[in-house]
């Protein structure tokens, strides 16, 4: 259970947060400023909130997890394509977080001023929603250099590195294969239908 509560492993159960929930955040805010509901606005900001306030635990766990790469405690390391990867999602990551966290920000400001100015918090949730869909767009541009780090199947074939090229002796013509001789045998072998009258 130990491994399963490292900050590599806790990084990546948490940091699809800001894409997957805030895409769900999301819709009950566009529908409560739709259909001019204070109930689905207010629950919508809320999840946009909670969504948001993962962030620190996210960018705390990513940099742990660079730490143990860096000090050689998570085995296999990585190699030089994945390290390259790495410096750029974190890269990445840093400029992503400031605009989630207006996000947040925004959804905060519309959900006090939904207590006493309901049509103000509508607009400021139109604000909350392009908030949300910008930070959707770069946290899947940052998840992109994520993936690359451990999965070669996300590097563009020139990332990849190459596949070391069999030695001559392997790639040479098959030698044919020894036909396999019967020993001659000096006694007859009889017929069938010797014997029978």
């Known amino acids: 259970m130990e491994t399963l509560f490292t900050p590599a492993h806790l990084h990546l159960a948490i940091n699809h947060i800001p894409i997957i929930g805030l895409a769900v955040a999301c819709l009950p805010v566009l529908l ?6 204070r109930g689905a606005l207010a629950s919508g900001l809320v999840a946009v909130i909670l969504c948001v306030g993962m962030m620190p635990a996210i960018m705390e766990t990513g940099e742990s997890a660079q730490e143990s790469f860096d000090d050689g405690s998570i085995d296999p390391g990585m190699d030089q394509v994945g390290k390259a990867a790495f410096r750029e999602h974190s890269h990445r990551a840093k400029a992503t977080a400031p605009v989630v966290y207006a ?16 049509r103000q918090a509508a607009w400021i949730g139109w604000a909350v929603l392009l908030g949300g869909a910008l930070s959707i ?22 990332k990849v590195l190459p596949i070391p090229s069999p030695s001559p002796l392997s790639t040479g013509s098959p030698s044919p294969m020894p036909s396999a001789t019967l020993p001659e045998t000096s006694t007859p072998i009889p017929s069938p239908t010797a014997g029978t009258n």
């Open 137 to 158: 767009a770069l946290s899947v541009w940052t998840a992109e250099a994520g993936g690359r780090i451990r999965h070669v199947e996300f590097r563009p074939a020139s």
């Open 32 to 37: 409560g400023i739709v259909f001019h509901s």
């Open 103 to 118: 996000a947040g920000i925004l959804a905060l400001v519309s959900l006090l001023t939904l207590i006493k100015f309901p």
